[in-house]
C-alpha cells in the first residue's frame, strides 16, 4: 500500500511540475507569438507598404513607357508586360527557386557594386521586374530625389547560371504625380 501511495505521490508531483513549467513557459513565449500591436503602429506599417507599392508603380511605368528601350529590350522579342513583378516578400521564393549556383550568381549581380555606388539613405527599397524565362531582370528603385534607378541583370546565355550587371540607368521624373 505504502508503494502505490509512494508511487501515485511521485507520479502526481512530477504531473504538477510539468503542468507548471509548461504554464511559465507558455506565459513567456505566448506574448513573442502573438505581441500586441498598437492601432498606430498597424496605421504607420500600412502607410509604409502603400508608399512603397506607390513607388514601385510609378517605377514600373516609367519602365513600361520607356519600351525598355534604354536596355536594348526588343519590344517584338521581349514583351514588358508578360514580366513578372518581384517585390521584397516575394524575393525570396523567386532566388529560392534557382540552383545553388544561380542563386549564389544572381545574389553577387543584385548586390553588386553598381547597386552600392546608386544606393543612398533615405533611397526606398527596390523591386525588380523578371521575363518568363527567368533570364533577365530589371531591378529597380526610388531615389530620395524621386528619380528612379535601373540596374539591368543579365544571365549569360540561355538557362546560364552566371549572371551579371549589363548596365544602369537614371530617369529623372517629370510628369508624374507622387
Known amino acids: 500500500m505504502r508503494k502505490i501511495n509512494r508511487r501515485?505521490?511521485?507520479?502526481?508531483?512530477?504531473?504538477?511540475v510539468l503542468i507548471t513549467g509548461t504554464s511559465v513557459y507558455a506565459s513567456d513565449v505566448l506574448p513573442s507569438l502573438f505581441p500586441n500591436v498598437s492601432p498606430e503602429d498597424e496605421a504607420l506599417a500600412q502607410a509604409v507598404q502603400d508608399r512603397l507599392t506607390q513607388s514601385w508603380t510609378q517605377g514600373r511605368e516609367i519602365i513600361m513607357s520607356s519600351e525598355g528601350r534604354s536596355f536594348g529590350i526588343n519590344s517584338k522579342d521581349e514583351d514588358l508586360s508578360k514580366w513578372t513583378f518581384i517585390d521584397?516578400?516575394?524575393?525570396?521564393?523567386?532566388?529560392?527557386?534557382?540552383s545553388m549556383q544561380k542563386r549564389s550568381s544572381f545574389l553577387e549581380a543584385y548586390y553588386s557594386e553598381e547597386r552600392r555606388a546608386n544606393l543612398d539613405v533615405g533611397d526606398y527599397m527596390s523591386a525588380l521586374l523578371i521575363n518568363p524565362e527567368k533570364s533577365r531582370a530589371l531591378v529597380y528603385w526610388e531615389k530620395a530625389n524621386g528619380s528612379y534607378v535601373v540596374m539591368d541583370l543579365k544571365a549569360k546565355g540561355n538557362n546560364s547560371k552566371s549572371w551579371y550587371v549589363d548596365g544602369v540607368e537614371i530617369f529623372k521624373v517629370t510628369g508624374f504625380k507622387k
Open 88 to 98: 521584397f516578400a516575394q524575393f525570396h521564393d523567386m532566388v529560392s527557386s534557382f
Open 8 to 16: 501515485f505521490i511521485i507520479l502526481t508531483f512530477a504531473v504538477l
